[in-house]
């Protein structure tokens, strides 16, 4: 039962992310910024668990991991800008994120 839950509100979220993505970028963009996905989890994992030790290192790496992914977001907008496709440009940034997550991990040991 708890999994159609978290699938529905997963759901949700992007649903209203991409409706208002398509009336306007800048609305779309706020809710996206949010951090409803990660409020939501640690809600969840809290009512799951009841472990805030769990939940504060979560928050603590999330937190981390958002560092190498804010290159990609203005690099996926240019590539998209210059004509790239956009299955090329999802395809590259992907890639981009993963080589900047691995050396991101290498560099916080």
């Known amino acids: 039962m708890m999994l159609i839950i978290k699938t529905l509100i997963s759901v949700f979220i992007i649903v209203c992310v991409t ?8 609305l779309g963009a706020i ?9 939501t989890t640690y809600t969840i ?8 030790k769990l939940i504060a290192d979560l928050a603590q ?4 991991y958002v560092i190498p992914v804010m290159p990609i977001l203005p ?5 998209l800008r210059s004509g790239y496709g956009f299955f ?9 994120t ?7 991990d290498h560099f916080m040991k």
Not at 31 to 39: E, G, R, Y
Not at 75 to 79: D, L, R, T, V
Not at 98 to 104: G, R, S, T
């Open 98 to 104: 993963a080589v900047l997550f691995i050396l991101f």
């Open 45 to 52: 994992l809290w009512f799951e668990t009841k472990n805030t």
């Open 61 to 64: 790496n999330n937190f981390l």
């Open 19 to 26: 409706e208002l993505g398509r009336k306007g970028s800048t």
């Open 31 to 39: 809710l996206l910024a949010l951090p409803i996905v990660s409020f």
């Open 88 to 96: 090329v440009t999802l395809f590259v940034s992907i890639l981009l």
């Open 75 to 79: 690099f996926f907008s240019w590539m």
